[in-house]
């Protein structure tokens, strides 16, 4: 495949990873999906280690040109990991999207890395995931 897809293992992004897909164009894709999504590559030692690990094994044997990183809001990987997001989420999540697509290209030179935000949005008909956005 040509894209590689990371995001957060979290279920209820099914739906918003689907129209992400579609809004990109992207018939299939690899995943690497785990808690936090690019949470691990920030992450010290072994854990980033692993990641990155991980991505090494998808380019080799899967051809991947192209990783789209996806965060979203009202993770509890996150706020586990950071013991609370409190407000300034989206900062947070954007800074970690940044310092993970530098880590990657700065890795991967061949690849081109995009980075997405799934916003969580409470509103009078209830709460749900946004699109995604982009991330520069
Ligand atoms: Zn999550």
């Known amino acids: ?13 099914a739906e918003p990873l689907k129209r992400l897909r579609a809004t990109l164009g992207i018939d299939g894709a690899d995943h690497l999906l785990v808690p936090g999504g690019p949470l691990l590559f920030v992450r010290p030692g072994m854990e980033r280690r692993v990641a990155m690990g991980c991505i090494t094994m998808q380019i080799d044997t899967g051809g991947v040109r192209k990783v789209v990183l996806v965060s979203h809001q009202d993770c509890r990987a996150y706020e586990r990991a950071l013991g609370g997001l409190g407000f300034d989420q989206r900062e947070i999540l954007a800074r970690d999207l940044r310092r993970v697509r530098a880590l990657v290209e700065n ?12 916003p ?16 520069d």
């Open 107 to 118: 890795a991967f030179p061949a690849l081109d890395v995009h980075c997405y935000l799934i």
């Open 120 to 135: 969580w949005r409470e509103n009078d008909g209830g709460a749900a995931f946004g699109d995604a956005e982009p991330v």
């Open 1 to 13: 495949m040509e894209h590689l897809i990371i995001a957060c293992s979290d279920g209820r992004l």
